[in-house]
């Protein structure tokens, strides 16, 4: 696997710290948009927008120009933002060989049709292997060598198993599954509730509270997750519960740093003024919303972070998801 080129897609900070594994053990080219930052990684190893405080592998190549990015590659890794996912996926066809793998890094729903971003690849680019590397990974931790786990799933389950060495290191340990679903899922919806855990952090409510916040958190993700698909042991493992407790209680998550602040009293249009990045939670919260009702799933929590940023409503989530609620068996 050694000889097998591999192409991500985006410049942020997890798309280029994905590359960057990949780097160690195959020809990696990364596309941006930016020229600053190809001209950074390509003279000196640094994604100086987002990652400017960690070296990047030495081999690792940049590039704007995007048919050069898709059209040789034999493994294709989308990192780009739900919204733009489509779109890009679109471009893709116009030069993507018809047999070449192709793994989202996105974690979240495209708004309008509430779709997965690998139902978008099918869509988009049909008749290709088609999977996801998700798990509890902060981009920040792994560039500094920190121990980290994750999960690559496709939907050729024998494929995830040769892919497994592109993206495993001596400190990054990649895991298979076949459960594409799951793990998607499990990255989509725990956005939403690392808002909501922030939130408590945020308005110091104590551990007790974070604690119920996200044990009934991961009930929700799992009552939905498999009754969209998902297997109950996927949402419960890497793919989603090790994802939801990173993203919620690390100062490193943007969606909870949002909740977080949120917490504190500010509004949210002026937070998400200071975020650089995009923040899935909150675009997800609607979506998360909609499914509950198509699916009929009980989710108060989610409920309740869909109002405080959808309909501006207080933010009180403890009492209202968690005390006000129905009562009944855990």
Known sequence: ???????????????????????????????????????????????????????LHPNLRATTDFEEAVRDTDLLIMGVPTSAFRETAQRVSQYLRPWVPVVSLAKGFEAESRLR?????????????????????????????????GVVALTEFH???RLQSIFTTPTFRVFTHHDVVGCELGGALKNVYAIAAGSVEGMGLGDNARSAVLTRSLAELIDLGT?????????????????????CISPQSRNSQVGRELGKG??????????TQVVEGV?????????????????????????VCWEDKPLDLVQDSLLRGRVGHE
């Open 283 to 307: 675009k997800s919260a609607k979506v998360v919303k909609e499914l509950a009702e198509t699916y009929d799933v009980h989710m108060p929590i989610a409920n309740q972070v869909y109002a």
């Open 159 to 161: 494929i995830a198993e």
């Open 117 to 149: 971003m690998t139902q978008i690849i099918e869509q988009e680019l049909p008749s290709r292997p088609v999977g996801v590397l998700t798990g509890p990974n902060l981009a920040k931790e792994i560039l500094a060598g920190n121990p980290a786990g």
């Open 1 to 55: 696997m050694s000889n097998l080129r591999v192409s991500v897609l985006g410049g942020g900070s997890w798309g280029t710290t994905v590359a960057h594994l990949c780097a160690h053990n195959t020809p990696t080219l990364i596309w941006a948009r930016d020229e600053a930052t190809v001209a950074g990684i390509n003279e000196r190893h640094v994604n100086e927008k987002y990652l400017p405080d960690y070296e």
């Open 227 to 247: 009754r969209m698909g998902g297997e109950p042991l996927t949402l419960a493992g890497l793919a989603g519960m090790g994802d939801l407790l990173a993203t």
């Open 266 to 275: 500010r509004a949210l249009k002026e937070v998400l003024g200071d975020m």
